[in-house]
């Protein structure tokens, strides 16, 4: 989960972020199917939840540039956690075997660097994890209060990954798109502020089993052609 998300009230438990960890099992299950435990890097702490899912696979490291954010996490729950910038990673050339990068790049200026940092840490035959939200034409009120410098398209994305020799693209959160999109283009003129939605529990378990639907079809290769998030991993 974001932090300013975290700040803005939310919690682990509405249907955006329960269903993103499933996404996180299902891309890693997909990328990264050796038996060996890997040695992850996490950039951009948020709130730490994603380390439940990712710890399954092996031994993770955390760096984030935000203090806050990063005095969070559990100590227990990570290898390692440093304050460090993106665009200047302090690991080696070659140290990790998987990179995850979950709604970070579009908060970073020169995201290409941030990529190319990434791809330097990473092992021959090592794997990036990413989300990143889609389609500029919504970009909104919400997004400039979580400091979204962008949102990207398939293409914009295989320029940036061009060095990987493997993209696999995915868009998430796509049955919601219409009525959320529509949503985001009435309020680009609005009070700039982290969209808040106070739902039922039935309505949360919901909308949380729609988001199902796009995990399902993402671990099988396909996914419907639009969606809030594209999600996705690469390979050095």
Known sequence: MDYKDFMAGYTKNFFWFKAKNDLIKTLMSSAWNQDKKADILIIGAGTGDELGVLNRFGRCYVVDKNKDALNRIDRRLCRQKKLADA????????????????????????????????????????????????????????????????????????????????????????????????????????RVTIDRMYLFSWVNEFFYRLLIIDNILIKIGRSFPAGLTIAGYCRK
């Open 87 to 190: 665009c200047d990673l302090p690991y080696g050339d070659g140290f990790f075997d998987v990179a995850v990068s979950l709604d970070v790049f579009e908060h970073i200026e020169n995201d290409a660097r941030a990529v190319a940092e990434i791809y330097r840490v990473l092992k021959k035959d090592g794997v990036l994890i990413f989300t990143v939200p889609a389609f500029s034409a919504i970009m909104s009120s919400h997004d400039k209060a979580l400091h979204h410098l962008r949102r990207y398209n398939k293409k914009r994305l295989h320029r940036l990954f061009s060095k990987f020799s493997q993209r696999s693209f995915f868009y998430w959160n796509s049955i919601l798109f219409p009525p959320i999109a529509v949503i985001r283009i009435l309020r680009k003129r609005s």
